[in-house]
C-alpha cells in the first residue's frame, strides 16, 4: 500500500542552525502539509500546499519556515534559523483530489524528530 | 477561531467494556475526521464523515456526526487491549477550504486486562 515517507526520522541541530526536512507524498496525491506535535500535545497544522503554492499557514508558520516541492516527488520544509521552541515531531502529510478539493483523508507520514539545542 | 475539544482526555477501562469519546468543535464544519496514534507513531486515519449524520463502522469502534450539534462521537464497544492509543478528532477548518485540520488535543486511551 502507498504511503508517505519522511527522512531523516530523526534530526538534531543547534539552535541557529537551518535544517530541511523532506517528504515524499504518496505518488497521485496533489495536496501537501506540514504539522508538527509538540511532544505530549496537540497536532498543529502549519501549511497546505497545491500546485507549487501554498494555499494557507499557520500563525506558527513564520518567515523562518518555506516549503518547496523541488521537483515531482519531493516535499520539502526548511526552517532557516531554528529555535529552542521548534522541537517537535514534524509530520508531512498528503491527499488526493476529493469531490470538493481537499475533503480527502490526509496520509500522514512517520514524523521526523527535530530536536534543537 | 475554530477550536475542537475532546473530552475525556485520559481514558483507562476494562477489556470487554464499552465508553465513548466526545468531540466538541466551536464553527460550522462538516467534516470531521478521526485519527489513531500509538505512541512514537504516525496518525492512522480511521474515519472520515462528511455529513450530518453520518455514522461510520470498522471492528469495535463506531463513529458520528452530528453537524447541528457540532460534535462526534467515537464509541468503543467490548474493548480489547489492541484498541490502546491516543485518538484525536480533526475539524476541517472552515471556510477556506485548504486542508487545515484543527486537532483535537486527544484522548488516550488504556485498556486492561
Known amino acids: 500500500e502507498p504511503e508517505v515517507t519522511q527522512t531523516p526520522s530523526h534530526q538534531v541541530t543547534q539552535m541557529g542552525q537551518e535544517v530541511i526536512l523532506r517528504c515524499v507524498p504518496i505518488?497521485?496525491?496533489?495536496?501537501f502539509y506540514w504539522y508538527r506535535q509538540i511532544l505530549g500535545q496537540k497536532v498543529e497544522f502549519l501549511v497546505s500546499?497545491?500546485?507549487?503554492?501554498?494555499?494557507?499557514k499557520s500563525e506558527i508558520f513564520d518567515d523562518q519556515f518555506s516549503v518547496e516541492r523541488p521537483d515531482g516527488s519531493n516535499f520539502t520544509l526548511k526552517i532557516r534559523s531554528t529555535k529552542l521552541e521548534d522541537s517537535a515531531m514534524y509530520f508531512c502529510?498528503?491527499?488526493?483530489?476529493?469531490?470538493?478539493?481537499?475533503?480527502?483523508?490526509?496520509?500522514f507520514g512517520p514524523g521526523t524528530r527535530l530536536t534543537v539545542l | 477561531e475554530l477550536k475542537v475539544e475532546q473530552n475525556p482526555l485520559f481514558l483507562s477501562m476494562q477489556e470487554g467494556k464499552n465508553y465513548t469519546i466526545y468531540c466538541n468543535y466551536s464553527t460550522t464544519s462538516d467534516r470531521l475526521y478521526w485519527y489513531r496514534q500509538d505512541p512514537g507513531k504516525s496518525l492512522e486515519s480511521l474515519f472520515v464523515?462528511?455529513?450530518?449524520?453520518a455514522v461510520k463502522q470498522e471492528g469495535r469502534l463506531m463513529a458520528s456526526l452530528d453537524t447541528k450539534a457540532r460534535l462526534s462521537t467515537l464509541h468503543i464497544t467490548a474493548a480489547v487491549h489492541d484498541l490502546s492509543a491516543t485518538y484525536f478528532c480533526a475539524v476541517d477548518s472552515p471556510p477556506s477550504n485548504t486542508g487545515k485540520l484543527i486537532f483535537g488535543q486527544g484522548t488516550t486511551l488504556q485498556v486492561k486486562p
Open positions: 502529510a498528503s491527499s488526493a483530489p476529493g469531490q470538493w478539493f481537499f475533503t480527502d483523508t490526509q496520509y
Open positions: 500546499f497545491y500546485n507549487n503554492e501554498i494555499s494557507e
Open positions: 464523515l462528511l455529513s450530518n449524520g
Open positions: 505518488s497521485n496525491h496533489l495536496y
